[in-house]
């Protein structure tokens, strides 16, 4: 990166010990990783690398040249050896015979699955014949900030002979394809002493005759550029600062107040995301004198664009007199002014053939003082589209420091974002699950149904804010979780139902997380097991604390985000067989728990009229996972019964009508279905998952 403070050179990792006991496949995927493990090499996703491998033909037994280059939809620094394409480099070279010019040039796409070696179901990416066409055995293509601020220079021809000499070369700006194959090509032929070559606003291909040689002159070329920016930025960038930079926990303040509005006015059609950035790259950027005029200009690189749009939205806001209301209120306008801007953006650059237009929002929306927040279908599509721009930023940095920056130009914009290849890689996406797009806060996160919740919908496509007291049992969710789905979504919050201000914290960070709220499950519990005359006043406030207080300051918060996102909301309680039918022994927990159904029947009637539903769910005697049954609880009911604690499970199970018992993921189901479109026209409603009882049916 370029960043005021420069993080130092690149590191040359490679172990020779290690490589020399690898296949050359391995060690292409050795090369990859370690490219793809630094960012200041390339971005997620962006970049491929090659190998021309000696291979025995599984049809003729003879010795054949197959590349092997990195499929559609990899990412180098994650990619495993199945995540690259192979094929024939003899069948590569035949598609020049067939190649019908430019106009024809996305048909040659069409050829790749022709060139297949061995049946390998890896699509091949757009950019094989780029990886093909170059006469070196091992070839990488990369992204990083630096050499794209050379790329993206007014005279980034002139800056490329400035700092290489003649070792890198220069291309024009060549959209991604056949053609640009072909122009490698013939560049390497002309110029058989170079060891790269730039890419006006695209980025950066090397080589070599070793995964070794390739590797360490893509970082020595990467190394070069960034001392050279190092030693030319002195002073001010991006003309110095405008605006005083906020402290952390007002941005946060601001930040939590913004997404959760920005997101109701934007998720019409489908759920979005987000994602909230205050580094110090990015608060140099919309802090600065050239933030209007820069953001303007949209990014440099197809990668970074795809992944942006054609350019951000920059909040009107004044950290010198930050009144965030007035922003809100001005909210509605400016993306209504973005969208129109976007239809005319299509109506100017589109072709006879394009496709319909997207979504009109924009991705990126820029905060002077505050910092960055993005908006995407998923949070991990959030959180990249917000690298991204921060590479852009680095990009725009080093650029409009030693030159004058350059977008991409609007047309050559809209035609890749519109390209009949990428709409054809959208249509191939999986259908989005239920839940996607979704957030749900689930209280008691950290315990056996709480947990299960969270693991079924996130399951379904949610993200989940995990909150209880045990910070231990919060950590090991929150990894068991991240094992089994993804880090981005899942977080975890310190949350004392009892506590007002840490249930209202929690549900700011879960705002500033991941941009708003959806889904409210409010699961909290303990249980309590006394005869009226031995239970305590603290022992009845604790019951009544967590079971009823507890539950209506989770919902009263919850209430406020949505009626702050304005895109309705769901909240499911989760009660107790025991707040339908009287239980002797446990008055104070029975009576909270009735409460609880109470409180959940009102609030169904508050919240219809702004389409927040409001439903129930009451389990029985849930014994696997729970942290209520344990200790003294699980003692007292044994007690009760007369029975020892192992003896309970089979108890409770042949009470029931249905003599099953009930685990978890049995009322995790019901939470799902209530959380649901499944039951879009319910509210007000209880669900019991007891396996049967009489005394609990609802009248």
């Given at each position: 990166?370029?960043?005021?403070?420069?993080s130092?050179?690149?590191?040359?990792?490679?172990?020779?010990?290690?490589?020399?006991?690898?296949?050359?496949?391995?060690?292409?995927?050795?090369?990859?990783?370690?490219?793809?493990?630094?960012?200041?090499?390339?971005?997620?996703?962006?970049?491929?690398?090659?190998?021309?491998?000696?291979?025995?033909?599984?049809?003729?037994?003879?010795?054949?040249?197959?590349?092997?280059?990195?499929?559609?939809?990899?990412d180098?620094?994650?990619?495993?050896?199945?995540?690259?394409?192979?094929?024939y480099?003899?069948?590569l070279?035949?598609?020049?015979?067939?190649?019908?010019?430019?106009?024809?040039e996305?048909?040659?796409?069409?050829?790749?699955?022709?060139?297949t070696?061995?049946?390998?179901?890896r699509?091949?990416?757009?950019?094989?014949?780029?990886?093909?066409?170059?006469?070196?055995?091992?070839?990488?293509?990369?992204h990083?900030?630096?050499?794209?601020?050379?790329?993206?220079?007014?005279d980034?021809?002139?800056?490329?002979?400035?700092?290489?000499?003649?070792e890198?070369?220069?291309?024009?700006?060549?959209?991604?394809?056949?053609?640009?194959?072909?122009?490698?090509?013939?560049?390497?032929?002309e110029n058989?002493?170079?060891?790269?070559?730039?890419?006006?606003s695209h980025?950066?291909?090397?080589?070599g005759?070793?995964?070794?040689?390739?590797?360490?002159?893509?970082?020595?070329?990467?190394?070069?550029?960034?001392?050279?920016?190092?030693?030319e930025?002195?002073?001010?960038?991006?003309?110095?600062?405008?605006?005083?930079?906020?402290?952390?926990d007002?941005?946060?303040?601001?930040?939590?107040?913004?997404?959760?509005?920005?997101?109701?006015?934007?998720?019409e059609?489908?759920?979005?995301?987000?994602?909230?950035?205050?580094s110090?790259?990015?608060?140099?950027?919309?802090?600065?004198?050239?933030?209007?005029?820069?953001?303007?200009?949209?990014t440099?690189?197809?990668?970074?664009?795809?992944?942006?749009?054609?350019?951000?939205?920059?909040?009107?806001?004044?950290?010198?007199?930050?009144?965030?209301?007035a922003?809100?209120?001005?909210l509605?306008?400016?993306?209504?002014?973005?969208?129109?801007?976007?239809?005319?953006?299509?109506?100017?650059c589109?072709?006879?053939?394009?496709?319909?237009?997207?979504?009109?929002?924009?991705?990126?929306?820029?905060?002077?003082?505050?910092?960055?927040?993005?908006?995407a279908k998923?949070?991990?599509?959030?959180?990249i589209?917000?690298?991204?721009?921060?590479?852009?930023?680095?990009?725009?940095?080093?650029?409009?420091?030693?030159?004058?920056?350059?977008?991409?130009?609007?047309?050559?914009?809209?035609?890749?974002e519109?390209?009949?290849?990428?709409?054809a890689?959208?249509?191939r996406?999986?259908?989005?699950?239920?839940?996607?797009?979704?957030?749900?806060?689930?209280?008691?996160?950290?315990?056996?149904?709480?947990?299960?919740?969270?693991?079924?919908l996130?399951?379904?496509?949610?993200?989940v804010?995990?909150a209880d007291?045990?910070?231990?049992?919060?950590?090991s969710?929150?990894?068991?979780?991240s094992?089994t789905?993804s880090?981005?979504?899942?977080?975890?919050?310190?949350?004392?139902?009892?506590?007002?201000?840490?249930?209202?914290?929690?549900?700011?960070?879960?705002?500033?997380?991941?941009?708003?709220?959806?889904?409210?499950?409010?699961?909290?519990?303990?249980?309590?097991?006394?005869?009226?005359?031995?239970?305590?006043?603290?022992?009845?406030?604790?019951?009544?604390?967590?079971?009823?207080?507890?539950?209506?300051?989770v919902?009263?918060?919850?209430?406020?985000l949505?009626?702050h996102?304005?895109?309705?909301?769901?909240?499911?309680?989760v009660?107790?067989?025991n707040?339908?039918?009287?239980?002797?022994?446990?008055?104070?927990?029975?009576?909270?728990?009735?409460?609880?159904?109470?409180?959940?029947?009102?609030?169904?009637?508050?919240?219809?009229a702004?389409?927040?539903?409001?439903?129930?769910?009451?389990?029985?005697?849930?014994?696997?996972?729970?942290?209520?049954?344990?200790?003294?609880?699980?003692e007292?009911?044994?007690?009760?019964?007369?029975?020892?604690?192992?003896?309970l499970?089979?108890?409770?199970?042949?009470?029931?009508?249905?003599?099953?018992?009930?685990?978890?993921?049995d009322?995790?189901?019901?939470?799902?279905f209530?959380?649901?479109?499944?039951?879009?026209?319910?509210?007000?409603?209880?669900?019991?998952?007891?396996?049967?009882?009489?005394?609990?049916?609802?009248?």
């Open positions: 990166m370029l960043e005021k403070t420069p130092g050179s690149l590191k040359n990792l490679w172990d020779e010990a290690r490589a020399a006991t690898m296949s050359e496949p391995e060690r292409l995927l050795y090369r990859s990783n370690l490219l793809g493990s630094d960012k200041r090499i390339t971005n997620y996703g962006g970049g491929n690398t090659s190998a021309k491998v000696m291979e025995k033909d599984p049809l003729t037994g003879q010795m054949v040249e197959v590349l092997w280059v990195k499929g559609s939809g990899g180098v620094g994650t990619i495993k050896l199945d995540g690259f394409s192979t094929l480099m003899d069948k070279n035949a598609l020049k015979g067939l190649y019908r010019g430019l106009e024809h996305d048909e040659m796409v069409g050829y790749l699955p022709h060139c070696f061995n049946l390998n179901p699509a091949a990416s757009i950019d094989t014949p780029l990886h093909a066409y170059v006469p070196k055995k091992h070839v990488d293509h990369m990083p900030d630096a050499i794209i601020a050379i790329a993206a220079s007014a980034s021809r002139a800056l490329t002979e400035k700092i290489f000499g003649g890198i070369g220069w291309l024009p700006w060549k959209r991604p394809g056949y053609e640009l194959g072909l122009w490698l090509e013939r560049f390497c032929a058989p002493d170079a060891r790269g070559v730039i890419l006006e980025g950066l291909f090397t080589w005759d070793t995964a070794r040689e390739s590797y360490e002159t893509t970082l020595e070329i990467i190394n070069k550029a960034m001392a050279w920016f190092a030693s930025i002195t002073g001010d960038v991006f003309g110095g600062q405008k605006v005083k930079v906020l402290a952390e007002e941005r946060r303040k601001v930040a939590e107040k913004l997404m959760p509005a920005i997101r109701g006015m934007i998720s059609t489908e759920g979005k995301l987000g994602h909230f950035d205050d110090e790259a990015v608060l140099e950027f919309v802090s600065s004198n050239r933030l209007d005029a820069l953001a303007a200009l949209g440099s690189c197809p990668d970074h664009f795809l992944r942006t749009k054609i350019r951000p939205l920059v909040i009107d806001f004044d950290p010198e007199n930050p009144d965030v209301e922003v809100l209120d001005g509605p306008a400016a993306i209504a002014a973005y969208r129109e801007g976007y239809a005319d953006y299509y109506e100017r589109k072709r006879d053939n394009s496709p319909a237009m997207r979504d009109p929002n924009a991705v990126i929306y820029l905060v002077p003082g505050v910092g960055m927040i993005s908006f998923d949070k991990a599509t959030a959180r589209s917000a690298e991204f721009y921060v590479n852009a930023i680095n990009v725009m940095r080093g650029a409009s420091s030693v030159s004058t920056y350059c977008g991409l130009p609007e047309q050559e914009a809209f035609d890749i519109y390209w009949l290849l990428e709409e890689k959208l249509q996406m999986p259908k989005p699950k239920p839940l996607a797009g979704k957030i749900a806060l689930v209280t008691g996160g950290a315990g056996g149904i709480g947990k299960a919740t969270a693991f079924r996130a399951g379904e496509g949610a993200c804010m995990l007291i045990d910070d231990t049992a919060l950590e969710a929150r990894l068991e979780l094992a789905f880090k981005d979504i899942v977080r975890t919050v310190h949350l004392n139902v009892t506590d007002e201000q840490e249930v209202a914290s929690g549900f700011s960070e879960t705002s500033v997380e991941f941009g708003g709220l959806d889904i409210l499950v409010s699961n909290a519990g303990l249980a309590s097991s006394a005869p009226i005359e031995d239970t305590t006043l603290d022992l009845w406030n604790r019951n009544i604390d967590i079971l009823a207080t507890g539950y209506f300051l919902s009263r918060a919850a209430f406020r949505f009626r996102q304005k895109a309705g909301g769901n909240v499911v309680f009660s107790s067989k707040g339908l039918a009287a239980s002797p022994g446990a008055s104070a927990y029975c009576t909270a728990k009735a409460a609880e159904i109470h409180l959940a029947r009102c609030l169904a009637l508050e919240g219809a702004a389409g927040i539903r409001v439903n129930t769910v009451n389990p029985d005697a849930v014994l696997r996972g729970s942290k209520i049954w344990t200790g003294e609880w699980k007292q009911r044994a007690a009760a019964y007369k029975m020892s604690t192992d003896e499970e089979a108890h409770y199970r042949d009470r029931s009508m249905l003599k099953r018992s009930v685990f978890p993921e009322i995790a189901e019901a939470i799902y209530l959380a649901s479109d499944m039951s879009a026209k319910s509210t007000g409603n209880i669900i019991n998952v007891d396996a049967g009882n009489a005394q609990s049916f609802t009248r």
